[in-house]
């Protein structure tokens, strides 16, 4: 192989296993959204990198291959832009560069690291979740002590017992799919020391697991580790002379996957969860055992079937949802009391068939099922048995994949897409080990550097971007800061009026650098503290074009009020009401507002 290309293999990988080992701790601790902002920009940084320097240093020539997977992903590519120009949607272009950028990752991962990297990344990610599982038992026996405010208060809401995931069913699912990789070098490798240092690993994973309390995970876990079985059984009669000996240890593997069940199933009171929801299912209350996501459900299978072919574009379920929610017979369902509104159906196979219709949904599932088909198709001819166990290995990820996507969105998380590219990336290099010796890395050349200016060019271009968001987001987490502060009733009305145009100032850098949604509504806020009621309003109707919620809205309702719109306010405050009947500021709100007309 050209030096060239053992480099940029090397750099790949190298990156790849930063990305892996840094993404679940990054964080803003001072930004308004603390966890997801922060992570998708690191994942696009990171992404556009490692897969800009294997463009580089290999030209397209080695990227693409064009099989069957191939140009179905292309395909599909194509189509998400098509739909996305089509339905027109404002916020669809972040969510395709997104998704081209995570496309790219995986074509460089599955061609730019070699097969014998793909487990040692697996032991990274598996090392960070251990360290993450750690912290979660920090924080389920006392206060978590990190993430402070500069007040001293820890911070709370979306730092969850998942520790600095951020989220706890993100957490479930990365603890899970890290525990289920790490049986292969637990049971495949022969170091003890690998296998001691792995076994310690897959311990941590399940106590992070057990602590997130996350069924869909769970379940997916518990299915996979059963279908390991007969994975490990398989692997033990290729692998041992003595057909005797290969049996009792079969037997003692299925003793072990029955205990570990049993105690993780018990300690985090799953098997209570799923008697209760067994409960639910004869006594016909499919809201319980759905863990209140079956309303949900139901109005995005309504969405879908008056937009069942194309759908309605990506990355607007969460605008649509609540316009169903609130202007049609849906509001009459009763759903689980939370704050804000749903940004997502918690099921991903509904959601891409809503955003992307049937169409998008069968190139979604083809993509997914191809991988696994291909690589268990070169796994029956091989005569390598650790070549057919990794092979297992990953398909069964894949399969803990498909059931957490029954109740979770894996796909639209930087983290989880991470986990889901590694998977997929690993099956697409298994399906092509023998092609290897023909695709050599392009000569250093010309055109190398040509590629390579152009890969500083874009890095460059994506990372101002990308510091630009982070800023916005630190800007507007203080502004928040400052705007709780504000609303003390213990302030005199000059101080009030300093915290609140200080706040302004920042909310307008911020918006300036970057236009995230939430910042209107924290604008809103400043000008409602300032007496600016009129531009308060309008910031409001702003935010509520973008992230509509009984919070927004009834903050729009006050400050139309405040001018005498009180028609419109009322229109306001029924409409957040139909979204969530218990919101109080919108009940109490709508009792003013009928008091005084009385």
């Not at 029955?258 to 004869?282: D, H, K, P, Q, Y």
């Not at 990336?425 to 050349?445: F, M, N, V, W, Y």
């Not at 009322?570 to 919108?586: F, G, M, Q, S, V």
Request: with cysteine; proline share 5%.
């Amino acid at each position: 192989m050209h030096p060239t290309g053992i480099r940029a293999e090397t750099a790949v990988s190298l990156l790849v296993a930063l990305l892996l080992a840094a993404l679940p701790f990054v964080v803003s601790p001072g930004g308004l959204e603390k966890f997801r902002l922060p992570k998708d920009v690191v994942f696009g940084v990171s992404a556009t990198l490692i897969a800009g320097i294997f463009f580089g240093a290999n030209g397209v020539r080695r990227l693409w291959k064009w099989r069957s997977w191939e140009g179905l992903l292309l395909l599909a590519v194509g189509y998400l832009v098509a739909n996305s120009l089509w339905n027109r949607r404002g916020i669809s272009a972040w969510a395709v560069c997104w998704v081209v950028g995570g496309v790219l990752l995986l074509l460089a991962v599955s061609r730019g690291v070699p097969q014998a990297d793909h487990p040692r990344l697996w032991l990274v990610l598996g090392s960070a979740s251990a360290v993450n599982a750690f912290l979660a038992l920090l924080q389920y026996y006392g206060r978590f002590p990190l993430l402070i405010r500069s007040s001293g208060e820890t911070l709370e809401g979306r730092l969850t017992p998942a520790g600095l995931i951020g989220d706890v069913n993100t957490g479930g699912f990365v603890f899970g799919l890290a525990a289920l990789m790490l049986l292969y070098p637990l049971a495949a490798q022969k170091k003890p020391g690998l296998r001691i240092f792995a076994g310690g690993l897959l311990a941590l994973n399940l106590v992070g697991l057990i602590i997130t309390q996350t069924l869909s995970a769970m379940l997916g876990f518990g299915v996979a580790f059963v279908l390991w079985l007969g994975l490990h059984g398989w692997w033990l009669v290729h692998t041992h002379k003595n057909p005797r000996k290969a049996y009792g240890l079969t037997a003692a593997a299925m003793g072990s996957v029955v205990l570990v069940l049993l105690v993780v199933f018990l300690v985090s009171g799953t098997g209570e969860r799923i008697t209760g929801a067994w409960s639910a299912i004869r006594a016909g209350d499919p809201t319980e055992w759905t863990a209140g996501r079956y309303p949900v459900y139901l109005i995005t299978w309504r969405m879908i079937r008056d937009y069942p072919v194309l759908g309605r574009g990506l990355g607007s379920f969460g605008v649509d949802f609540f316009r169903y929610r609130t202007e049609t017979d849906l509001s009459r369902l009763t759903m689980i009391d939370q704050p804000g509104a749903f940004r997502e159906a918690h099921n991903d196979y509904l959601q891409v068939w809503e955003e992307l219709g049937l169409v998008g949904l069968a190139l979604f599932l083809g993509l997914l099922v191809i991988p696994c088909v291909e690589a268990l198709r070169k796994a029956r001819v091989s005569k390598d048995p650790k070549s057919v166990y990794r092979t297992g290995m990953l398909v069964l990820g894949m399969v803990f994949t498909a059931i957490a996507c029954l109740a979770f969105f894996p796909f639209r998380l930087s983290l989880t897409a991470l986990c889901v590219v590694l998977l997929l990336a690993g099956l697409r290099s298994i399906a092509h080990q023998p092609d290897e010796k023909t695709h050599q890395p392009l000569p250093a050349s010309q055109s190398w550097r040509w590629r390579a200016v152009l890969l500083g060019v874009v890095t460059v271009i994506v990372l101002y971007y990308g510091v630009q968001h982070l800023r916005a987001n630190s800007e507007m987490g203080l502004a928040a800061e400052i705007l709780e502060r504000g609303y003390s009733p213990s302030l005199s009305p000059r101080a009030k009026r300093i915290y609140a145009e200080t706040a302004l100032v920042r909310l307008r850098r911020a918006e300036a650098m970057s236009p995230i949604y939430e910042n209107y509504n924290l604008q809103g806020s400043a000008n409602i503290l300032l007496g600016n009621h009129e531009e308060a309003a309008r910031q409001y109707e702003r935010a509520a074009r973008y992230i509509p919620s009984p919070e927004v809205l009834t903050n729009q309702a006050a400050a139309l009020l405040a001018i005498g719109q009180k028609e419109k306010a009322r229109r306001l405050l029924e409409t957040a009401l139909k979204y969530n009947p218990n919101y109080p500021n919108a009940s109490r709100a709508l009792e003013y507002l009928k008091s005084s007309q009385n």
